[in-house]
């Protein structure tokens, strides 16, 4: 019954399309569009896109079964692999995140009607959903999906999505990570520019409402990962001397200043916590003398003593799906378009979820997991808007 | 596995396209600003996008492929969060944005040409210390290399090719673990105004952006947040004018 309701969604909305394609108007479909079912381009504009440059998938012999899964909240939707979906239009949103539930894509826009910039959230599901404010005073992730966090001079406004409470916080104009659990807080010397990243970082900790900071650490150019899941150690990356590329990503705990170093490596970068904290993905690169030592790794956060930081055999951009299951897009490639492939850390098994054949290009390394790891997001690099991707198990 | 996409591609569109790359062909003869205008407007469009870099007229300043234990982007060019934050100091004389491309590589990464052309200056004006080095080409343009390791062995006056090794790279504070890159920038003849390499270097440039955990980040005007926020579209620069991007309202927020 519920298979079947979904599908006479699912029909109604290529049918609108449809109509309105033979009508000869530039669609506007709302939102959300079926790529399976657009014109080769991947782009509702008129003069977009022939195949050969966005091609999209082919028109399926069958209609998608969907699958179904539930979701971190225990929602459940339909799934369908392989089809990637729009989601606006417009060319609007780069950057954007996952709301925790995983039932939106949040990012910051000014559409031509709107007086100004706000947070935005576009519905993952149902098929076209329109963009929504979600919240009028355009802040940005504050680390923890139900928490933003907007510059207001030396401090930062952090406000939680749920309750509409919020609150400033001493930063001295740093940007700022709550945990999870909104008990904690940590901010750097994030200046940006030559102080960002070539300057020593001072990382702070304190509760949620700033009281009782204290300097956890310094390093050069220093960079905070996140909060790990016990909620009260954050990640960290940076280099203890200035005069060496040396790199050291380490784990700080919040209270104590207790630090502990994870891994090391030259010109460490990219790091990436999985969901569950158990891992750590990052990049090391630009040693010449010694090529083995470059490349993309996968190490435990803790007891590094049981497993050493295994090198990956591919080149490319990554993003944690699951515990220990690495989504990454392939730098090198012959095809025109992007693939995704997973990686299990705990198996080592190598799968690729997604082919060429779904006409995936994506812009800029601008691309997301959805918190169950169902769906992937883009920004795509022929039309700018939003797509998504549900993944195969 | 299923079968490649049939390809659907409406005449109309391919007459279109077809005449955009001859309108591209034909601005690159007529000099940089009709090249610059006509590489701009369509950088909105994928198919003009990609049709337009088949009409780009140089290639990628390293030999290698790209990689980890090579070469990497590290800054695009323009309206950069990192240039931002510079935006009343290092960058200032360039309206507040990255006047180049920043390719991270280590000391001592032989640089080629990227085009045929002759040396115009070797440690010449443009900045970028300690070494830079400037080519003429044809096409009406001067490439412009710093950050390099060494002075370039090369000559004022020496004709040089494309894929010819002409230098290498260095560090910014020329201490090679700090800050080791490549800045690959295009200016006119004239050297007052660059422009994005991206519309004249013919690479995949989303593909080479696929490296790490997160996109490099472009500073958003608040005002008008959907704007600058590509790596193909990016406005030219006029050394000396005004800052392009001293918004009133920014993300990230910073007072340079």
Request: some cysteine; aromatic content about 8%.
């Amino acid at each position: 019954m519920r298979r079947g309701a979904l599908l006479l969604v699912l029909a109604a909305a290529l049918t609108a399309w449809g109509i309105r394609d033979r009508r000869g108007d530039v669609p506007d479909l709302d939102g959300l569009w079926l790529a399976s079912d657009a014109p080769a381009g991947g782009s509702t504009e008129p003069e977009a896109a022939p195949a050969i440059l966005h091609p999209g998938p082919p028109a399926p012999a069958a209609e998608p079964q969907p699958e179904t899964m539930p979701s971190v909240q225990g929602a459940r939707r339909p799934l369908y692999p392989g089809h990637p979906r729009r989601l606006v239009t417009g060319g609007c949103c780069t950057g954007a995140w996952w709301s925790a539930d995983g039932a939106r894509l949040l990012y910051v826009d000014r559409p031509s009607d709107s007086p100004v910039a706000a947070l935005w959230g576009v519905p993952v599901w149902p098929p076209g959903a329109n963009p929504e404010v979600v919240d009028a005073s355009a802040g940005y992730s504050a680390g923890a999906p139900r928490f933003t966090a907007r510059p207001a001079g030396d401090f930062r406004v952090v406000r939680n999505l749920e309750s509409g409470e919020e609150w400033p916080l001493p930063t001295g104009g740093d940007p700022v990570l709550l945990a999870p659990d909104g008990q904690r807080a940590v901010w750097w010397d994030a200046r940006g520019g030559r102080e960002g990243v070539d300057a020593m970082i001072n990382i702070h900790g304190s509760d949620a409402f700033g009281r009782s900071p204290r300097l956890l650490t310094s390093l050069w150019g220093a960079n905070v990962v996140g909060f790990l899941p016990d909620q009260r150690r954050v990640v960290a990356i940076g280099r203890p001397i200035k005069e060496r590329a040396l790199y050291a990503a380490v784990t700080l705990d919040v209270d104590t200043g207790e630090l502990a170093e994870i891994a090391s490596g030259p010109w460490l970068s990219d790091a990436l916590l999985s969901p569950d904290g158990r891992w750590i993905a990052y990049l090391t690169s630009l040693d010449r003398n010694r090529p083995e030592r470059n490349g993309i790794w996968v190490a435990p956060v803790d007891d590094p003593s049981h497993d050493t930081p295994r090198r990956m055999d591919f080149v490319g951009a990554y993003r944690w799906r699951r515990s220990g299951q690495l989504l990454y897009v392939p730098m090198a490639s012959s095809d025109a378009a992007d693939s995704i492939w997973q990686y299990d850390a705990a198996t080592g098994a190598d799968t690729r979820l997604v082919g060429p054949e779904a006409g995936i290009r994506i812009a800029g390394n601008d691309w997301s997991a959805a918190p169950d790891g169902g769906s992937v997001a883009w920004l795509d690099a022929a039309d700018r808007n939003l797509w998504v991707i549900d993944l195969p198990d | 596995m299923r079968a490649p996409a049939p390809r659907r591609v409406a005449p109309a569109r391919v007459l279109a396209a077809t005449v955009v790359v001859a309108a591209t062909a034909a601005a690159a003869l007529r000099g940089p600003e009709a090249l610059e205008r006509s590489a701009r407007a369509p950088a909105r469009d994928g198919v003009v996008a990609r049709l337009h870099a088949q009409a780009k007229p140089f290639g990628l300043p390293f030999a290698e492929p790209p990689g980890p234990a090579t070469w990497y982007v590290s800054q695009p060019y323009g309206n950069t969060a990192y240039a931002f934050f510079e935006r009343r100091s290092l960058y200032g004389a360039g309206q507040g944005l990255h006047m180049g491309i920043d390719l991270a590589t280590a000391c001592g990464t032989v640089v080629v040409a990227i085009g045929d052309g002759v040396v115009r200056s070797v440690d010449g004006p443009g900045g970028a210390p300690p070494h830079n080095l400037a080519i003429d080409h044809p096409e009406g343009y001067v490439s412009f290399y710093g950050h390099l390791l060494e002075r370039p062995a090369v000559q004022p006056g020496q004709s040089v090719r494309r894929g010819d090794p002409v230098a290498l790279s260095g560090d910014m504070y020329a201490t090679c673990t700090e800050s080791p890159h490549l800045h690959l920038e295009i200016r006119d003849p004239t050297m007052g105004r660059a422009f994005n390499p991206v519309d004249f270097v013919d690479a995949d440039w989303n593909r080479l952006l696929l490296l790490g955990a997160a996109p490099k980040p472009f500073v958003r005007d608040l005002d008008d947040p959907r704007r600058w926020q590509a790596v193909d579209d990016q406005p030219a620069i006029q050394f000396g004018g005004p800052l392009l991007n001293d918004y009133a309202r920014s993300w990230p927020q910073g007072d340079g």
